[in-house]
Antibody, heavy 116, light 108 residues
Framework: QVQLQESGPGLVKPSETLSLSCTVSGGSLNSYYWSWIRQPAGKRLEWIGRVYTSGSTNYNPSLKSRVTMSVDTSKKQFSLKLNSVTAADTAVYYC??????????WGQGTVVTVSS | EIVLTQSPGTLSLSPGESATLSCRASQSVSSSYLAWYQQKPGQAPRLLIY???SRATGIPDRFSGSGSGTDFTLTISRLEPEDFALYYC?????????FGGGTKVEIK
């Protein structure tokens, strides 16, 4: 049974870089895209972008200038970096398996707060 | 960007009743690439329906999806206590992938 687990700092200072990793257990990274999705408190879910096991990426244009995603198949991890963060980036961040037909497996989510 | 509008915002129903949730897209969703998710407080969303009408693994048959083009519906027949939650639609036919604002199904 595939499981995803996010890890990373829960507090990031304004203008700095938010860095999160997601570890995949119970299955392979191959043949799937891996996405990051966030949810600010009380707001709708927002897709940040996806990375394939080859390293190819597809980002939401609204965040594209600040986002970098990567994958490390040897560690069974994929990562998100979001630079120049502001309070508007405060949210629950989810790592998700993206089967190109739906987001079928979700991590439990990690709260990231942007504050000095 | 495809904007998804869900209605109603809140649905107040009793256990045993049926719920009909609507999701309208600002432009046609290609190949019915429309999914529905259930989210409970403090939990990650759970996939219910993909391809507009296919149930995900382990989802009870009281959940059904229908629709095409710009209008989609999630129907929950015979509401069980565990079905009272927030429901989101999501399109994955066009980048950026987008979600609706959600419909809350609450106990009347």
């Amino acid at each position: 049974q595939v499981q995803l687990q996010e890890s990373g700092p829960g507090l990031v200072k304004p203008s700095e870089t938010l860095s999160l990793s997601c570890t995949v257990s119970g299955g392979s990274l191959n043949s799937y895209y891996w996405s990051w999705i966030r949810q600010p408190a009380g707001k709708r879910l927002e897709w940040i972008g996806r990375v394939y096991t080859s390293g190819s990426t597809n980002y939401n244009p609204s965040l594209k200038s600040r986002v970098t995603m990567s994958v490390d198949t040897s560690k069974k991890q994929f990562s998100l970096k979001l630079n120049s963060v502001t309070a508007a980036d405060t949210a629950v961040y989810y790592c998700v398996r993206d089967g190109l037909d739906a987001f079928d497996i979700w991590g439990q989510g990690t709260v990231v707060t942007v504050s000095s | 960007e495809i904007v998804l509008t869900q209605s109603p915002g809140t649905l107040s129903l009793s256990p045993g009743e049926s719920a009909t949730l609507s999701c309208r897209a600002s432009q046609s969703v290609s190949s019915s690439y429309l999914a529905w998710y259930q989210q409970k407080p403090g939990q990650a969303p759970r996939l219910l329906i993909y391809g507009a009408s296919s149930r995900a693994t382990g989802i009870p048959d009281r959940f059904s999806g229908s629709g095409s083009g710009t209008d989609f519906t999630l129907t929950i027949s015979r509401l069980e206590p565990e079905d009272f939650a927030l429901y989101y639609c999501q399109q994955y036919g066009s980048s950026p992938l987008t979600f609706g604002g959600g419909t809350k199904v609450e106990i009347k």
